[in-house]
């Protein structure tokens, strides 16, 4: 069912006028030139990159497009030892969490499909090409994928990335029956209180809502209208939205696709928050969500626009406000605000002092005492 695209085709079609960046990938990305990212890798992970994606590092001045906020952008130096819990940004929700040879994904996405695409109801399908640029600066071998939802800037090419990284999808039980329509043969379906601890990591299942668009969640629903494979964005429903809190290296990072004020995250501290902060309802739980988890960085997510592809490097997308995350932010003192961009490993530092961190008692309260 799946249509090949080459990148150098797909930049033809939809290639815009706009951005002489596009222009010279055009013309150069047709020689997919193997070279070695601009970070220190660890030797058993494959470390090329297409040309396309060297072009976003250096043809590209690092966080162009983040404009006045590219001081906010953190990443790896050479220097950096990688022996923490090192985080990947894949654009949209999309990142890679390592540690010590293991990997896990969450919310994977690389075909960008465009926006007239899903706006006009058209067949949509993972864009195999893409998928491959995406996924070879990303480790060899990946121990879950983690999907916090069922639409498809969350989980239209898991089915592919599945049978290349040979990984395991853990999320809703309507997202693995999607997946499952669209010809994978398994699935972990898991909802909110469920604990899997896979290798070095501890993943607990939390709940989560999804922000209304235009005041209502984009395609709510729970079952597919139809039967056989989904075929248009409408077919990739919400499902159950999740939230997860991993543990890893005595480190808690929680992450969440957005949200709203009738469901926050636990009361937990956390080293590290990713909170999707792509529409106003995110925005309006930022400041409950960060005295919950009093992280000590927050980094939205989300935000960038998912429409356009990759190569085209980071932008805000038209719906975001990132001023307003930043104002919020600064009124939470413990938080450091960090952005990602694309493909720019960043290992979490530890903790100056790091010690085991004491029950809340407000944790208690809401029976999350479960998690130790
Ligand atoms: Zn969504």
């Not at 939809?14 to 030139?33: C, D, E, I, M, T």
């Not at 060899?140 to 639409?151: C, Q």
Request: aromatic share 10%; hydrophobic share 40%.
């Amino acid at each position: 069912m799946e249509k090949f695209f080459s990148f150098r085709a797909a930049l033809g079609v939809r290639a815009r006028p706009r951005a002489p960046f596009r222009q010279s990938s055009h013309l150069v990305s047709v020689f997919h030139w193997h070279v070695p990212l601009p970070h220190s890798c660890n030797a058993d992970y494959s470390c090329q990159v297409p040309f396309f994606l060297l072009l976003i590092f250096s043809g590209q001045a690092f966080g162009a497009g983040f404009g006045s906020y590219a001081d906010l952008v953190v990443s790896d130096s050479p220097a950096t030892r990688h022996n923490g819990v090192r985080v990947t940004y894949l654009g949209t929700n999309g990142y890679q969490f390592e540690f010590k040879g293991h990997a896990l994904l969450v919310d994977p996405y690389f075909s960008r499909v465009d926006l007239l695409s899903v706006a006009f109801g058209s067949r949509i399908q993972p864009d195999s090409s893409r998928i491959a640029d995406g996924m070879r600066p990303l480790a060899s071998k990946v121990d879950a994928i983690l999907v916090t939802h069922g639409h498809f800037d969350h989980l239209l090419d898991v089915p592919i990335i599945m049978s290349k990284a040979h990984t395991r999808l853990i999320a809703s039980r309507s997202s693995i029956d999607l997946v499952k329509r669209a010809g994978v043969s398994s699935g972990d379906a898991v909802a909110p209180g469920h604990i899997r601890r896979i290798g070095p990591w501890k993943i607990r299942v939390l709940p989560a809502t999804h922000d209304r668009l235009f005041g209502k969640v984009p395609f709510d629903r729970h079952e597919q209208g139809s039967a056989g494979p989904p075929q248009r964005a409408s077919d990739w429903i919400c499902g159950e939205p999740l939230a997860f809190l991993i543990e890893i290296n005595g480190q808690r990072i929680y992450i969440d696709s957005g949200g709203t004020p009738a469901q926050l995250p636990p009361n937990q501290k956390v080293d590290l928050a990713i909170l999707g902060m792509a529409l106003p309802d995110s925005r309006v739980r930022l400041p409950a969500a960060l005295d919950r988890l009093q992280p000590r960085y927050l980094l939205p997510s989300h935000e960038d626009d998912f429409f356009l592809p990759l190569s085209d490097g980071f932008q805000f997308g038209p719906l975001t406000d990132f001023a307003r995350v930043q104002r919020d932010c600064a009124g939470a003192s413990r938080s450091r605000l960090i952005l990602l961009d694309y493909f720019r490993p960043w290992t979490l530092p530890a903790a100056v002092n790091p010690k085991p961190q004491a029950p809340d008692p407000k944790n208690r309260d809401r029976g999350l005492h479960g998690w130790h």
